[in-house]
């Protein structure tokens, strides 16, 4: 079993949907969670970065954590065409975002 | 705004041959990152330096690849002799207080 289980997609949705990405975990340790995004043939590229239980936003994305449920989600509002990419989590146990173990990633399209 | 550059893009090299790919990172930024993501993966993270000293490489397949930071600014990453298994993209990143980059990666097929 991985450590990192990431909902596979992929998913497609209208121009203006929410969109909910997901991830659970088994390793309790991990303290830092991020959500990358990936283009097509580009490297990923962080998203957003959070420590612990809770809510954070940033513009149209909101990223939760419940620890309890060791579960994570990444939520766009008013998706965009050019919110289509690749979005990975990724799990640390500690400020070393490097050695972060990632999900495998869904792919979105979001269509005009 | 200059990021890390990352050379050759793509690479097809025949099995049980040699390749090596070169890391550019953000200047200034200490840390060095070498991940291997394999098509549908996430990526996996082979080796870190700090400056010009490895930090982790215990997922590093030793045997085959190799990987050095002269002077703490350019990398390079090597693997000797190649599996078919290798064929990935090789993402270098670069961090620095507060800030992590991906390069582009090299597209490596290993036939």
């Known amino acids: 079993q991985k450590e990192v289980e990431q909902d596979p997609g992929p998913l497609s949705v209208p121009e203006g949907a929410i969109v909910s990405l997901n991830c659970t975990y088994s390793?309790?340790?991990?303290?830092?969670f991020m959500w990358y995004r990936q283009y097509s043939r580009k490297g990923p590229e962080l998203l957003m970065y959070?420590?612990?239980?809770g809510n954070k936003e940033d513009g149209r994305f909101t990223a939760q954590v419940d620890k309890s449920s060791k579960y994570i989600s990444l939520f766009i509002r008013d998706s965009q065409p050019s919110d289509s990419a690749t979005y990975l989590c990724?799990?640390?146990?500690?400020?070393?975002?490097?050695?972060?173990?990632f999900g495998d990633g869904t792919t979105l399209t979001v269509k005009p | 705004e200059a990021g890390v550059a990352q050379s050759p893009r793509y690479k097809i090299i025949e099995k049980r041959q040699s390749v090596a790919f070169w890391c550019n990172p953000i200047?200034?930024?200490?840390?060095l990152y070498w991940y291997q993501q394999i098509l549908g993966q996430g990526p996996k993270l082979l080796i870190q330096?700090?400056?010009?000293?490895?930090?982790?490489d215990s997922q590093l397949p030793k045997d085959r690849f190799s990987a050095e930071r002269l002077k703490g600014v350019d990398s390079t990453l090597k693997i000797q002799p190649a599996k078919l298994e290798d064929s990935a993209v090789y993402l270098c990143?670069?961090?620095?207080?507060?800030?992590?980059?991906f390069g582009p990666g090299t597209r490596l097929t290993v036939t």
């Open positions: 959070t420590y612990s239980s």
């Open positions: 990724a799990m640390s146990y500690n400020t070393n975002a490097g050695k972060s173990t």
């Open positions: 200047s200034g930024h200490a840390t």
């Open positions: 390793n309790s340790a991990f303290q830092y």
């Open positions: 330096f700090q400056n010009n000293g490895v930090v982790d």
């Open positions: 990143a670069s961090s620095g207080p507060g800030e992590q980059y």
